[in-house]
């Protein structure tokens, strides 16, 4: 086993094409545990950790640049807390202060759980995900990005550059059911944007089905809104719960949700 | 691979294997077990360090992420023999049980009073929900943090 240790991103792209097997790690939150476990004995590991590239975020005429590097607590704090609410709910729901401040988003999107926290807020901010290799980058609709349990779209010589999202200013939330409120993996959770400006109700849910998905309904249609979002999942049986009460529980989230985002 | 970092304000290097977390390294190459190891997988914080000034659980940083950083252990915390006041605060609270988790706890509490000099109830409480102590201290550990912020004297 080998760790390398780009500097620049220009050094991280060239390192993963010349060895596509790499497993970048950045905050650790996910492939420590794999590690210490004797789950994983990659070849390589590739530290993201030195990449100046990946940290931040920037904006630019409206449209956020959030690099792939962003921890869940600076998604907490503003102003991108003002600017994606709903991100930074779930970004606060992640872990323990201690995994706050090491978990990255380009993290979540590169293991690409069902159960990822700050994906049904991003889906509900029709976000992109850029990824880039030594041939260019490319941009890649969230919805895209994430094609099933833990996969994503990301080529073998492509990395998670950053996540690209022009927030919308709707009134939003996000909930999340687990035993407790620190250290938990989602039961289920929902996101739900009133998004006035374009007539819609927004929700997306994850730990639900093979991937967090997005559901949409016209602004008039909140009655109905909770049973669509309840019937748009394809929950299963597992650990953590049964797939009727996950259902259930995305329609008392979609209700609850929705009165928040009304009153706002 | 030999990694160099600052440890408790001194410059240290160590030969570590490419897998292993800066929880092994700290304890077993550089004899610093005051960073417990128990889960491995974040969820118990007896690691808990200070990495570059935040708080991490060591068992998810790999040892190689560490390297050119700067690391403070709940070694670094007392200073020439003095007590940190978290930790008198723990001592004079009875906040210690079995004692496996007070080195994580006390790195998160001292983290938390660095930022936060008077912190609410709520705020100590989420401050420390990475930490699991298994004797249920929890009240007396809630205690101690609460008496480290008050800066009462023993």
């Not at chain 1, 890649?140 to 779209?153: C, D, R, S, W």
């Not at chain 1, 620190?182 to 849910?205: H, N, P, T």
């Not at chain 2, 068992?59 to 006041?85: M, N, S």
Request: hydrophobic share 45%; charged share 20%; glycine share 10%.
């Amino acid at each position: 086993m080998d760790v390398l240790t780009p500097r620049s991103l220009d050094e991280a792209l060239r390192l993963k094409t010349e060895h596509p097997d790499a497993v970048p790690i950045a905050g650790g939150t996910d492939l420590m545990v794999a590690l210490n476990f004797d789950r994983e004995r990659p070849g390589v590991i590739l530290n993201l950790g030195e990449v100046p590239e990946l940290r931040g975020w920037s904006r630019d005429d409206g449209l956020l640049r959030i690099g792939a590097g962003l921890t869940y607590a600076e998604a907490m704090a503003e102003p991108l807390r003002s600017l994606l609410p709903a991100l930074a709910e779930a970004s606060r729901t992640v872990g323990s202060p201690q995994i706050r401040n090491r978990g990255t988003l380009g993290g979540n999107l590169g293991t690409a759980s069902p159960a990822g926290d700050s994906l049904p807020p991003l889906l509900v901010e029709d976000a992109e995900v850029e990824v880039a290799s030594l041939g260019g980058s490319r941009r890649i609709a969230l919805h895209e990005f994430l094609v099933g349990p833990k996969q994503n779209a990301l080529a073998p010589e492509e990395l998670i550059v950053a996540v690209l999202v022009r927030p919308s200013g709707a009134p939003q939330t996000f909930m999340k059911v687990g035993p407790r409120n620190a250290m938990v993996i989602a039961v289920c959770s929902l996101a739900v944007a009133v998004d006035r400006e374009r007539g819609e109700l927004r929700a997306a849910f994850g730990s639900a089905g093979p991937v967090p998905l997005l559901v949409i309904a016209p602004l008039a249609e909140a009655d109905g809104f909770p049973a669509l979002v309840a019937s748009a999942a394809s929950p299963i049986d597992d650990v953590r719960g049964t797939a009727a009460y996950r259902r259930h529980a995305l329609r008392v989230l979609a209700v609850r949700g929705l009165e928040r985002c009304l009153a706002a | 691979m030999r990694i160099e970092l600052t440890v408790n304000g001194e410059r240290q290097e160590a030969d570590v294997w490419a897998g292993e977390s800066l929880l092994f390294a700290l304890r077993e190459r550089l004899g610093l077990p005051g960073s417990k190891n128990a889960c491995e997988q974040g969820e118990c914080g007896s690691c808990s360090v200070l990495l570059d000034g935040r708080l991490v659980c060591s068992c998810l940083v790999l040892a190689a992420q560490a390297d050119g950083h700067e690391v403070v252990t709940v070694e670094g915390l007392a200073g020439d023999g003095e007590l940190h006041p978290v930790q008198d605060a723990f001592v004079r609270a009875g906040a210690v049980q079995c004692g496996f988790c007070t080195p994580g706890l006390v790195v998160a509490a001292a983290d938390l009073l660095q930022r936060s000099p008077q912190p609410s109830d709520d705020e100590i409480r989420e401050a420390l929900s990475g930490n699991l102590c298994r004797c249920t201290g929890y009240q007396k550990i809630l205690d101690a943090v609460s008496l480290a912020a008050s800066g009462a004297d023993a």
